[in-house]
């Protein structure tokens, strides 16, 4: 597929990028000519998916950030603009699902747990980071189908993924008309953190029949929606949030 080159000259940061959705996101906005700056929690992890990045012939950057650590998300920031001096692109991807307890029962620090690292860490990071952002930048937060409808097994999850549309309609507000905030809001995508529903055979399939396209999505899939929002294609579209889910339920 010859690649479009879209975002020629942009830097962007893509937090919790060095597998599945994250890193398909990172390659697809490099192949499209960013200079991309890649993170997560483990050094070997960051160094391992900087190399493959690298080898596409991307201009890329590692950096270790765990989203809810404010002196990671500062040096973040910090690296990224002393080498590049400036910040189009924010791509805030991190995100946990530590229980599968119903909400009633899931436990104080966990309710905090998910806040802070699906939630508070996206603000947190556009706090440092929005002196830096270029007049036509763009920032995308990635919730999740279940944000509009909280599965059982997923409850708690789906209710701060819920809380990213509302954060974007309201950072859209705040910090436009200079910056667009998209979300997307991706279907099920085998990932690590998908595995405990995409793993299981009988899962997968009752997954496949929810959706029209009768299929699983792809981190590629994402990575493309990515790419269309951080784009000038784009350049109308703030406050909204994108459904990348083969035709699952979601809104009207
Ligand atoms: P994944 O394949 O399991 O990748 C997780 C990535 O996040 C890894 O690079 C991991 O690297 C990093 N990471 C984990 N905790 C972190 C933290 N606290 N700070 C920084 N980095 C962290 O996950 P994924 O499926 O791509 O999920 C990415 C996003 O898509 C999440 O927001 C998720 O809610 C959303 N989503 C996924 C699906 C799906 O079906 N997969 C569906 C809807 C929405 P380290 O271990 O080195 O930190």
């Known amino acids: 597929m010859t690649m479009?080159?879209?975002?020629?000259?942009?830097?962007?940061?893509?937090?919790?990028?060095?597998?599945g959705i994250g890193f398909a996101i990172a390659e697809r906005l490099g192949l499209e000519g960013?200079?991309?700056?890649?993170?997560?929690?483990?050094?070997?992890?960051?160094?391992?998916?900087?190399?493959?990045?690298?080898?596409?012939?991307?201009?890329?950057?590692?950096?270790v950030c765990h989203v809810s650590n404010p002196q990671h998300r500062k040096n973040l920031v910090d690296i990224t603009v002393e080498k590049y001096r400036k910040i189009d692109i924010i791509v805030s991807n991190a995100a946990v699902n530590p229980t599968t307890d119903?909400?009633?029962?899931?436990?104080?620090?966990?309710?905090?747990?998910?806040?802070?690292?699906?939630?508070?860490?996206s603000i947190l990071l556009l706090q440092d980071?929005?002196?830096?952002?270029?007049?036509?930048?763009?920032?995308?937060?990635?919730?999740?189908?279940?944000?509009?409808?909280?599965?059982?097994?997923?409850?708690?999850?789906?209710?701060?993924?819920?809380?990213?549309?509302?954060?974007?309609?309201a950072l859209a507000m705040e910090m436009g008309p200079e910056t667009r905030v998209n979300c997307i809001a991706p279907g099920i995508v085998p990932t690590n953190f998908a595995d405990?529903?995409?793993?299981?055979?009988?899962?997968?399939?009752s997954?496949?029949?929810?959706?029209?396209?009768?299929?699983?999505?792809?981190?590629?899939?994402?990575?493309?929606?990515?790419?269309?929002?951080?784009?000038?294609?784009a350049s109308y579209i703030t406050g909204e949030t994108l459904v990348v889910a083969g035709g699952m339920p979601s809104k009207l």
């Open 34 to 63: 960013a200079s991309v700056v890649i993170s997560s929690r483990k050094q070997s992890n960051v160094d391992e998916a900087a190399k493959k990045i690298r080898e596409k012939g991307i201009e890329v950057m590692g950096v």
């Open 129 to 169: 980071a929005a002196q830096y952002l270029s007049n036509a930048s763009s920032v995308i937060l990635i919730s999740s189908i279940s944000g509009y409808n909280p599965q059982p097994t997923l409850a708690m999850y789906g209710v701060t993924k819920t809380a990213i549309f509302g954060l974007t309609k």
């Open 207 to 233: 997954i496949e029949e929810k959706t029209i396209l009768n299929r699983l999505g792809s981190v590629s899939d994402i990575a493309a929606a990515s790419a269309f929002l951080a784009s000038d294609d």
């Open 4 to 19: 479009m080159r879209r975002l020629e000259g942009k830097v962007a940061i893509v937090t919790a990028s060095t597998q």
């Open 102 to 121: 119903s909400i009633l029962h899931s436990k104080e620090s966990v309710l905090d747990k998910l806040w802070e690292v699906n939630v508070k860490s």
């Open 196 to 205: 405990f529903l995409t793993k299981t055979k009988e899962i997968r399939k």
